[in-house]
């Protein structure tokens, strides 16, 4: 009988540490800036695979553990960006509690992983779910251990475009952010009689990125969204209602305040239709858990590779855990009754858009997820809600609202998370509990960094800004304070709606045709709610993932693509921390000079990022041929 490798071995779970908190700190500002963030699972495996080889033993199994914690801390950053923002634009933090910033993250990250580890059995082993990102890492893990030479190769080649990916999309960020060399983003407006229209782009590797991940269908739908608001909307609510000022001032007014809350109604429409669409699987599932468990205690012999965090213990630390949501809850509510009603109602909410999102992250990846739909739905729920308690005008109803969609958002991120990596687990061979404990430790990890992270990125770029707009979190405040304020856009809201079930219903009628371009609706709604100049990028992102399919890429070179992909973002993100922290150690906004003179340089690099990855996927598919 063969013995297993070794799982967690101490400088694995160093390694998962580290990379845990340097991730979630870097989709912490992808988050801010983009409203979007991307799984970091793949480059997570390739930087284990290259830094373990260091020593004379290394396996497999370890790289798994050490991607399982990392992928950990950069969901949870999600979790933490799309909600807790909301508290300090709301004016009811003055600045970032770090202590507060590190529970709710820390509790409902856990909370996720709890509330998934049923779910496992069921939706890999019995539903056999795809989950796309976790099939990919598992490939990029036995590419780089199938054999040793070739594989040290294939490795150090991909950590070698990884890091050249890296530092160029960060000099471009330093450039841009830093000494501001070029604007951001290429963006203006015209009008048509007293029809406005408004377009632009933002200069951003990073966003390109994105959408070279998630792939053409879902960058074409978002940026349709984007379409839907500023081709159409924008355009039809200026001609009956006209507007003021300069074309560009105005739509971005118009979009601001009204047309954005389209997005709203079709994301809580989303929301609501995930969980009906997903109510009888997760159903089955469960019950598929609480057999299997059943089959254990009767003494039947559980295999290694099956073998989770014993469901008793899994239930013993719900309970534990509802004492500090509890707590939180306690601290801003009237009535401790209150307190423990929210908690009884987070827990629930918890557990259906956890499985919601692990479901989800099975059928579209971690990175197409639609964490912020449900939390919408969560936050509009709990707002309308805490209304009928409370009444009308309370701060502190609507920053209890979004605090329970906080939990909700931490714990979703993390179950779809949980069951991606345990899908990359479950086809290398490794230990389920374990990768689940390594999970607890990622989350526990990144919930330490994430308070000092915003506060950073908030002291330079004042978070809510421009330069930092935080989409997900400014909705959620716009929710919760629109509800307690009387003056949500119900209009807007109601219209959005009615366009998510339009959308629904064509989506409906793509899946009876058997076609392989669906319309899911989250992706369509966050469009709607992002900047154009935002979506634009993504979508260029997605039509050069398409054109690489065209050019005749093959799985090594889409490989490479995603790692290039992969780099950018994590170079990005990472120089706009750095950049910011001069300026959160001395308070001076102006502490980096400015370069003028070189505004045309941005838009010369973009071409240069988009060129980079055409030949990326099309030079090795040549040397293929003549291989």
Not at 456 to 471: E, F, K, M, N, R
Request: charged letters at 10%.
């Amino acid at each position: 009988m063969t013995k297993p490798l070794p799982e967690i071995t101490f400088k694995a779970v160093i390694l998962g540490i580290l990379l845990s908190m340097v991730l979630a700190g870097a989709n912490a500002y992808l988050g801010l800036f983009a409203g979007m963030t991307a799984s970091a699972s793949i480059p997570a495996a390739v930087i284990s695979m290259g830094v373990l080889r260091l020593f004379k033993k290394h396996n497999i199994m370890e790289d798994n553990i050490v991607q399982t914690a990392a992928s950990a801390g950069e969901s949870l950053a999600a979790g933490v960006i799309f909600t807790i923002p909301a508290l300090l634009l709301m004016g009811y933090w003055e600045t970032f509690n770090y202590l507060e910033v590190a529970k709710i993250a820390g509790v409902g990250g856990l909370i996720g992983v709890l509330f998934t580890i049923p779910l496992r059995r069921a939706l890999i082993v019995e539903a056999k779910l795809t989950y796309p990102e976790g099939v990919a890492t598992a490939a990029v893990l036995r590419a780089g251990h199938a054999n040793e030479n070739s594989g040290e190769d294939e490795v150090q080649g991909g950590l070698k475009l990884l890091t050249l990916a890296s530092i160029s999309a960060a000099l471009m960020k330093l450039g841009q952010q830093g000494f501001a060399m070029w604007h951001s983003a290429v963006e203006g407006a015209t009008h048509l009689g007293r029809s406005v229209f408004g377009f632009g782009m933002d200069l951003s590797p990073a966003l390109i990125s994105v959408g070279y991940i998630v792939g053409r269908n879902i960058s074409i739908l978002v940026f349709a969204g984007g379409l839907i608001s500023w081709f159409i909307a924008i355009p039809i609510y200026t001609a009956i209602h006209g507007f003021e000022g300069n074309a560009l001032d105005a739509a971005n007014t118009i979009w601001d305040t009204k047309i954005r809350y389209l997005g709203v109604g079709a994301m809580v429409v989303g929301g609501v239709w995930s969980l009906i669409k997903l109510f009888k699987p997760l159903m089955v599932g469960i019950k598929a858990s609480l057999t299997a468990y059943s089959s254990a205690q009767r003494g039947e012999v559980v295999k290694r590779k099956e073998s989770d965090i014993p469901i008793k213990y899994v239930g013993i630390a719900l309970l534990v855990l509802m004492i500090p949501v509890f707590v939180i809850y306690n601290d801003i509510l009237p009535t401790p009754q209150l307190a423990i009603l929210i908690t009884v109602i987070m827990m629930v909410f918890g557990f259906f858009f956890s499985a919601v999102a692990a479901y989800m992250a099975g059928v579209v990846g971690s990175s197409n997820n639609p964490i912020s739909g449900v939390t919408v739905a969560t936050v509009l729920f709990a707002s309308l809600l805490l209304l009928a308690i409370l009444g009308s005008g309370s701060l502190q109803g609507a920053a209890a609202a979004i605090m329970v969609g906080a939990v909700v958002c931490n714990a979703a991120a993390i179950g779809g998370d949980n069951l991606q990596d345990l899908k990359t687990g479950h086809i290398v061979g490794a230990t389920p509990w374990k990768q689940q404990v390594m999970q607890v430790i990622g989350v526990l990890s990144a919930a330490v960094v994430l308070g000092i992270v915003l506060d950073i990125l908030h002291t330079a770029y004042t978070i809510g800004s421009p330069v930092l707009s935080a989409p997900q979190a400014t909705l959620m405040k716009a929710v919760a304070e629109g509800v307690f304020q009387g003056n949500l856009p119900w209009d807007m809201v109601i219209a959005g709606a009615i366009l998510g079930v339009i959308i629904i219903a064509l989506d409906i009628r793509q899946e009876k045709r058997g076609s392989d371009f669906r319309i899911p609706i989250l992706a369509v709604a966050v469009g709607i709610y992002l900047p154009i100049s935002l979506t634009t990028p993504i979508f260029i992102g997605g039509i050069l993932a398409h054109m690489g399919d065209k050019l005749g890429a093959t799985e090594a070179t889409r490989k490479k693509g995603l790692l290039l992909a992969a780099g950018m973002i994590t170079g990005e993100a990472i120089m706009g921390i750095l950049v910011a922290l001069p300026i959160f150690i001395t308070a001076d906004k102006d502490w980096w000079p400015s370069i003028n003179g070189f505004g045309w340089l941005g838009p010369i690099l973009v071409i240069a990022i988009a060129t980079w990855f055409i030949i990326t996927l099309k030079t090795d598919k040549t040397q293929a041929g003549e291989n």
